[in-house]
């Protein structure tokens, strides 16, 4: 079945750091892609996404490449701020079916 | 910005009674879920709607029930709660056809159940 494997964490970081969470699937077909931000309190929210292999999604500084040969979504950014920490969550969808998601990793960025 | 309400966003209450977690959206979605977040963060889908009259359990085995009546409202009920129902629920619609796959779905703010 899909799966989403995530780099657990939390992940901590200084201001002005540069961001890797890595994120590698297993899925039948052609999944599309997503990451999803859950700021503390908040519901989650779509990130980014990307639909096909090479696709780079990108938002609000974040990115994140397709790689169908390495079976990966990592995403990146290349300065991080205070405002970035949250929980991060990778997702797929593929075929019929529903959405899938990882165990999320936590970022906590200090000034 | 989302148009998708939970209420309430917090609950304490004790053991043996019967609660029910309102989700509304307005945006017209068909297509709803209600997904369980423990502590370690992880999501498990536990209901999931494609429309009016339309339910299904999702891969995590929950005691609670759900009903669409409406295509706006998607409430969960617990009928007995109990302290192992501690934990976070999330609501979240989407505007998919039941085979798209690059649906994008949109999330209330949750509501955290604390069972004494």
């Known amino acids: 079945g899909n799966s989403v494997t995530q780099m657990e964490g939390p992940v901590t970081l200084s201001e002005e750091a540069f961001l890797t969470i890595n994120c590698t699937y297993t899925?039948?077909?052609?999944?599309?892609l997503f990451w999803y931000v859950q700021y503390p309190g908040e519901g989650l929210q779509l990130l980014l996404k990307a639909t096909k292999a090479d696709d780079k999604g990108s938002n609000k500084g974040f990115e994140a490449t397709y790689r169908k040969e390495t079976t990966s979504f990592h995403l990146e950014k290349g300065s991080v701020q205070v405002s970035d920490s949250a929980v991060y969550f990778c997702a797929l969808s593929s075929g019929f079916q529903k959405l899938v998601f990882g165990t999320g990793t936590r970022l906590l960025v200090s000034p | 910005e989302a148009d998708i309400y939970q209420t309430p966003r917090y609950l304490v209450i004790g053991t043996g009674k019967k609660i029910t977690l309102e989700c509304s959206q307005t945006m017209g979605h068909d297509k709803m879920y209600w997904y369980q977040q423990d502590p370690g963060m992880e999501l498990h889908l536990i209901h999931y709607s494609y429309g009016v009259n339309s339910t299904e359990k999702g891969d995590l085995s929950s005691e609670s029930t759900v009903s669409r009546i409406r295509t706006e409202h998607f409430p969960l009920t617990l009928e007995s709660a109990r302290p192992s129902h501690t934990s976070q629920y999330l609501c979240?619609?989407?505007?998919?056809?039941?085979?798209?796959?690059?649906?994008?779905?949109?999330f209330g703010s949750g509501t955290q159940l604390s069972v004494l």
């Open positions: 979240a619609s989407s505007d998919g056809t039941a085979h798209a796959t690059n649906e994008k779905l949109f």
């Open positions: 899925a039948t077909g052609y999944p599309s």
